[in-house]
């Protein structure tokens, strides 16, 4: 099989999806390695593949059909200009939170000290702030070891020093501490919430937080009054209409939304 031979297959394979072509030559640019582009399959289309490219593609193709998120199928995403491992355990990291950091990023007078990213999943977030402020203490926290594991290999593989804890919410932080930056990208999704089959293979204590989707936010700033913990900022992401409810949990600070 070569690939134009492939990716006809892969096409008439994945027709229940969006873009069956488009998704095609995703898989085969991952099975043939980082220096192939989508162009350049339309180029060498009459290459013919060994038999263990064909394989892994036709199980790739095969796994994509069942809606199973190429970033699992592959193991990795290119977010925010880092090369990021990802699994099961881990959200995909989203567009709206690359937003996120290029938010945090340009509103800051002083390089921070000290940033501690809670729920950190792949730890995406702190190894982007990281990356743009190499001098900072970076803390990541999650209560996830496995995440935890891939958070610790993609910290080390983008060069950045961060480190990294098992920890339900802020429960491992001393009382009195303070952060410059503190980011809680939690769980922000009501749990009657209908979402897209690819979305229904993460893992769901990373989606759903409650009936209104703000139950780990509440816990949060219930942790931040009991324990003292003070904070020059805090950066959380949640639904537009969650906004009020925010106001009010956070009302003794002042409060920017974006």
Partial sequence: MNIKQALFFATRKLNNLENPRLEAEILMCSVMGKKWVRALLRTKDDQALTLQEELLYRWRVYRRSKHIPIAYITGQVDWND??????????????????????????????????????????????????????????????????LQYARYNARVNHTLVAFKKSYLLNTIATNSHFDLIIANLPY????????????????????SGIDGLDLIRKLAEQLENKKISFNQLWLEFLPQSQNDIACLFKNHKITFY
């Fill in 82 to 147: 880092l090369d990021l491992a990802v699994c099961r355990a881990t959200l995909i990291p989203r567009d709206e939170t690359e937003t996120l950091c290029h938010h945090i990023t340009k509103t800051q007078n002083d390089t921070p000290k000290t940033i501690l990213d809670i729920g950190t999943g792949s730890g995406c977030i702190v190894i982007a702030l990281t990356k743009q402020w190499p001098s900072a203490q970076a803390f990541g926290l999650d209560i996830s070891r496995r995440a």
């Fill in 189 to 208: 999704v009501p749990s009657n919430l209908i979402v897209s089959s690819e979305v229904g293979k993460e893992p769901r204590s990373a989606i759903f």
